[in-house]
Each structure stands twice: as structure tokens, then as C-alpha cells.
């Protein structure tokens, strides 16, 4: 009996270490210097420190397998088991994500970061779960700047431009506040739809716009820190329910680690970007004075208090305290 159960364990562990690891793809849109593209390498680097010769993480940036939404069609159907999507494309899954699309409800970046990391933001989360996503966490980007082939240092002067938009219905009435238009393009094709003039402006972070060559098709850009760009770090319920315990415990206490991380330097990153767009020399960069900056916020009172009063009280309430 004794021989027996010898033979048994040492079957049990030889199995175990012939099995094959556990591969989790790792899909996102942006360059590798980015907050994003360093979140998911850090990922990437304690997995397989931690969790050596059990799970393998591959990670594939600057959309060269998935652009926008394909990413998270790939999710659905297991195809990767990793993505971090702006919160914009996730909004038809949680309508209460919209918070997050609305221009100066958050005073500054920091302010985005602590109601990350409150708990009614696992709330917004949850909802994921219905259509088959498990929300891990939040990571930050940076705040949103408006570049354009001219100068925008009010919001008249964006009126009759195009921006290329994420595909938000938020996002397009923004844009109608102001006078202009919000053209939704998948974030590869943007660089694209600026060059061929398609559209004539953009929004995004310092790291996103230098890092996708901005400056070498708009001649103008303006702090305006007029919304967030954060993501929501997902994996698929099938890939995660079969997933073994301790691993999972391990997957979580890393994805923790790893959302400390991306949320403390995106800052930094941000601007490491903005140093590097004034020193490239190709666009002009304005910031606003304060008249300016309350002209921008003025223009977008009612429409803040109109879309907020869609939003539950305590989801938007947060935001006001994390304001102070
Ligand atoms: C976009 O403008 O589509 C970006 O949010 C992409 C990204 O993932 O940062």
C-alpha cells in the first residue's frame, strides 16, 4: 500500500511538471511607452518571476493583433485572456462608466487615482460580469489635451473642426457643446485620419499623442487636462474560473502590485512626453491661463449637470469627494 501511494504522488508530481504552463495573451493598443505598455510588461516581468514554469504572459502592444474592438471580441472568445481598454469602449457593457467621459468633473489625475481606489469603484466593475468580463482594476493613463491644425485656446475656436473621438456617444455630444464634431476612429487609425485630414484634431495623453506621432500632423496643441483616459484591466470568465487557486492568488497579488505601479508613474510618463513634444519643436504647445481655463469649464457646466444627473447619485458623489 505504502509503495502504492509513493508511486501515486510521484505520478502526481511528474505530471505536474510535464503539464504545459498557462499562457495568458496580453493584447493592448498602445506603444510600449506608455503607462498601458509598461503596466503590461511589469505584468508580464513578476508572472514569470513569480509563477515560473506555470504561466507565460505574451504580450502584443501597439495593436499588431487586435485593434479597439476586435480586443475585446478576442476577449469573449478566449482568444486572449488579457486586454486594458480605455473605460470609454466599456461603457455600453457598465452605462455608469460614463462618469469617467465627463470633461472636468475630475480636478486632476490624482483625484481619478483615489476613486480608483475607493470602493465604490469595484461597484462599477461588477456590472462586467454579465456579459462575460471579470473587471480586475483600474489604470490610469493621464488627463486628456486637445491638439488641432490651429490654435485652440477657447472652446469657439474648435468650432467646425472634426476630433477624432473613442467611439463614445458622451464623447460626440462633447463635441457638439463646443460647435465642432466627434468622429469615433479606432485609436490605430488615428494618426491616419489626421494625416489625410479626415479629421483635423484630437484629445488624448501626452504619452499617447507623442508616442503616436501627433506632432508631425497637428501644429497646435493645448493643455486642457479637460478629461481622463483610464482603463479597465480585463480577463474573460472561463479563463479566469478555471484558473487554479493559488494562481489565481498569486494573479491577483500581482495585478495589485502592477496597478500601484501604472497609477504612482503615469504622471512621470506623461510628462516625460510633454518634455519630449517641446523639445521635438514641431507643434506649438499652449497652456491656458485662468480666464481661459474657466471659459472651458463654463461651456461645459450644463452639459456636466444634464449627463451627470444620468449617473447614480453615490457613483458621481464619489467624485465630488475625491475632488476636495
Ligand atoms: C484612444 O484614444 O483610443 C486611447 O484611449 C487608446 C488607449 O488605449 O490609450
Not at 6 to 30: D, G, N, Q, T, Y
Amino acid at each position: 500500500m505504502k509503495k502504492f501511494l509513493i508511486l501515486v504522488s510521484l505520478c502526481f508530481i511528474a505530471s505536474s511538471l510535464m503539464a504545459e504552463p498557462i499562457v495568458i495573451k496580453f493584447s493592448h493598443v498602445v506603444s510600449e511607452n506608455t503607462p498601458k505598455g509598461q503596466g503590461a510588461l511589469l505584468f508580464k516581468k513578476l508572472v514569470e518571476e513569480r509563477l515560473a514554469g506555470r504561466v507565460v504572459v505574451q504580450v502584443f502592444p501597439n495593436a499588431l493583433l487586435y485593434s479597439d474592438t476586435d480586443e475585446i471580441n478576442g476577449l469573449l472568445t478566449n482568444e486572449v485572456q488579457l486586454i486594458a481598454p480605455s473605460i470609454s469602449k466599456l461603457i455600453q457593457y457598465n452605462p455608469e462608466l460614463s462618469l469617467f467621459d465627463l470633461p472636468f468633473l475630475f480636478k486632476d489625475f490624482n483625484s481619478v487615482v483615489k476613486y480608483w481606489r475607493r470602493d465604490i469603484s469595484r461597484e462599477l466593475l461588477s456590472p462586467l460580469a454579465n456579459n462575460g468580463f471579470v473587471g480586475l482594476d483600474f489604470w490610469g493613463n493621464g488627463m486628456k489635451q486637445m491638439t488641432a491644425t490651429r490654435e485652440i485656446r477657447l472652446p469657439s475656436d474648435a468650432a467646425g473642426l472634426k476630433f477624432r473621438i473613442q467611439d463614445s456617444e458622451i464623447l460626440k455630444r462633447e463635441y457638439e457643446v463646443i460647435g465642432a464634431a466627434g468622429i469615433p476612429a479606432e485609436f490605430s487609425n488615428s494618426f491616419t485620419a489626421l494625416k489625410n485630414g479626415i479629421v483635423q484634431g484630437t484629445e488624448n495623453t501626452w504619452s499617447n499623442i507623442y508616442t503616436q506621432n501627433y506632432q508631425d500632423v497637428q501644429s497646435n496643441m493645448t493643455e486642457t487636462n479637460h478629461g481622463v483616459i483610464g482603463y479597465i484591466l480585463v480577463t474573460n470568465r472561463t479563463f479566469w474560473a478555471q484558473l487554479p487557486f493559488d494562481v489565481k492568488v498569486e494573479l491577483n497579488e500581482i495585478i495589485h502590485e502592477v496597478t500601484d505601479t501604472v497609477n504612482n508613474e503615469a504622471i512621470v510618463l506623461n510628462n516625460q512626453a510633454l518634455q519630449k513634444l517641446i523639445d521635438s519643436n514641431k507643434s506649438t504647445i499652449l497652456t491656458l491661463n485662468e480666464s481661459e481655463k474657466d471659459a472651458w469649464k463654463e461651456a461645459y457646466a450644463s452639459f456636466l449637470a444634464i449627463e451627470g444627473s444620468h449617473i447614480n447619485r453615490s457613483v458621481l458623489r464619489a467624485a465630488e469627494i475625491v475632488n476636495r
